[in-house]
């Protein structure tokens, strides 16, 4: 199946329709589209700001940026020079290969390692690999972390990190639910206590929207979750990503310089980590957080 490289990004495409844009920038994927079984004609399933840079200025509003070591403001003290959400999202990945190419689907890997800059701001040993794979119906992302110290010190030259996919699913943000997150513990990061922490809540709904603000921090939450609305939907299957995030700013989305006007209203983040805690990974270990993205075909929606 072809894959079209390009100077800054790759382009995958699949014999039935559907296709993935991965820039080297930030190994952000920029764009998924793909038919459903009801309808094959490939629509978007992801969404891009018409107002985001993607010429390597800034993050990508949009898409599926990759966040690690940290996720928002760094709290682990190897972190504290970094910014909001670390650099792998703000760095050029490399190509390294084409991993699968045969009637299931196509796959991509891009690969990072500290540069002269990223040891300004971190200074650990590390190698990231970033695998991309796309099916008929189906979008998976891989995200490979090996602590590369040589050190034979004892205790062990830990590599302590955090990892989230961040993804902006296209959807109707007044008409979408996100399920199941019933009986979960968050951490709703629009109301604060006194101390500037978030409060920690119990989810009473059979069905998340997000028709207010919304920033929430699910813990242990079950790795296997829908994104409906009426007529579609995208099922979201994690590995090793414990919690997910589910953000939408509404209104607030004003305040964001590379929103477009009212981009809020056309996409719903549902984004699966591992953000409460750390992975601690020994030296020569390697961890792999996975997602895997799936168009719904048949209408399966909630009745509230």
């Known amino acids: 199946m072809p894959v079209e490289k390009s100077q800054d990004r790759v ?12 820039l080297f920038y930030g190994a952000t994927v920029i764009s998924w589209k793909s038919a459903s079984a009801r309808d094959p004609q490939p629509v978007e399933r992801l969404f891009l700001s018409s107002k985001a840079a993607l010429d390597g200025s800034k ?3 949009g898409g599926i940026p990759v ?12 972190h504290s020079k970094l910014g909001q959400h670390g650099f792998a999202r703000s760095e050029t990945w490399k190509w390294d290969s084409v991993v699968i190419d045969d009637e299931a689907g196509v796959s991509v890997r891009l690969t990072l390692e500290p540069t002269e800059r990223i040891r300004s701001v971190y200074d650990r040993p590390f190698h990231l690999s970033y695998v991309v794979t796309l099916a008929e119906h189906q979008l998976s992302t891989d995200l490979h972390v090996t602590n ?5 010190a004892f205790p062990p030259d830990t ?23 019933q009986n979960l513990a968050y951490y709703d990061k629009t109301e604060l206590t006194e101390q500037g922490q978030p409060t920690r809540k119990t989810e009473s709904r059979p069905a998340v929207d997000v028709k207010k603000p919304t920033d929430s921090v699910y813990e242990d ?13 995208i099922s979201l299957r994690s590995k090793n990503l414990k919690d997910v995030v589910v953000w939408n700013p509404q209104e607030g989305g004003r305040q964001i310089a590379d929103m477009e006007d009212g981009g809020w209203e056309r996409y719903v983040c549902v984004e699966p980590g591992l953000v409460r805690g750390f ?18 075909a ?4 909630l009745s509230l």
């Open 67 to 78: 966040v690690f070591p940290c996720f928002g403001a760094p709290t682990h003290p190897e």
């Open 159 to 181: 590599l302590e990190f955090q990892a989230l996919l961040h993804n902006y699913i296209r959807a109707p943000a007044n008409q979408v639910l996100i399920s199941p997150l």
């Open 298 to 301: 048949e209408e399966r929606r």
């Open 148 to 152: 590369t110290s040589t050190s034979t």
């Open 11 to 22: 382009l995958l495409k699949h014999p039935k329709g559907s296709s993935v844009e991965v």
């Open 221 to 233: 939450a079950p790795q296997n979750y829908e994104i409906t609305w009426p007529g579609g939907g």
């Open 59 to 61: 993050p990508v509003r």
């Open 279 to 296: 992975v601690k990974l020994e030296p020569g270990k390697r961890w792999i957080g996975q997602q895997v993205l799936s168009v719904i």
